[in-house]
């Protein structure tokens, strides 16, 4: 039994798909890929991505009536998209704050973004609602609490923003294998479930406009929680430990 994460199978998922019983898939797009049985049975999160309740989150969090965006690249961090954030803080205190941030710049991003940021002419102090810190340890009540998330596009990742419903702009990463993360981004886009924004067109501008005109557009961010929930499967976890107990029967 072989569980394929992405929307577009890898080479060592082909490579041994030919050899096993049951194939399970968490994107319906993946299905085609083989010839052997296939289900599709959605990827485990945690159970609190499904069920914390955005009033409970904001008010854990201390927000302030303002939107919040939250923004993470990875536990390492992505250089060029935390440059890009830090050029969004610019245009965010230009405009008065009219949003909330928090921004996961990872532990590689800690060693640097701060003075990337105060090299920008920012004191972060003088910016209510920008919160930069190197991990995002609490990601469920976070992205309960959120209007916009922005972030790659690896299987878990979607999977997560899925199953809390949050509104999202998927920006996949151009170093990975076979650009499974575009691929997975561009299923999300497809179903109208995400933006997609390919880091080469990612400019701290387009970037801050994506994500004002998405927060604007409330008949937009209620369409794409509805698509989000549709892409996710509640009982992922459930499903396939059931298929493998059936396997091992045999």
Known sequence: CVHEANAVPGLTTKMIANRVDQMLV???ESAPHYKRPVEVVGM??????IYTKREDARRELGLDNRPLVVSAFGSLGAREMNKAVAQVFALEKADGCPFQHIHATGSD??????????????????????????YIYNMPTVMAA???IIGRAGASSC?????????????PSPNVTNHHQEKNAQVY????AAVLLPEPECTAQRLYDEIKG????DQRKKSM?????GMVVPDSAERICGIIEELAKR
């Open 225 to 229: 929680k509805k698509a989000l929930h």
């Open 214 to 217: 998405l927060i604007c557009d």
């Open 44 to 49: 485990p999160v945690r159970r609190e991505f």
């Open 26 to 28: 968490a994107f319906p």
């Open 109 to 134: 991003g800690w060693g640097w973004m701060p003075d990337y940021v105060k090299n920008l002419g920012l004191d972060l102090s003088e910016c209510p609602g920008i919160d930069m810190r190197e």
């Open 159 to 171: 999977n997560e923003i899925a199953a809390a419903g949050t509104p999202c702009i998927l920006i």
């Open 146 to 148: 959120a209007d916009v």
């Open 189 to 192: 886009a497809d179903q109208g």
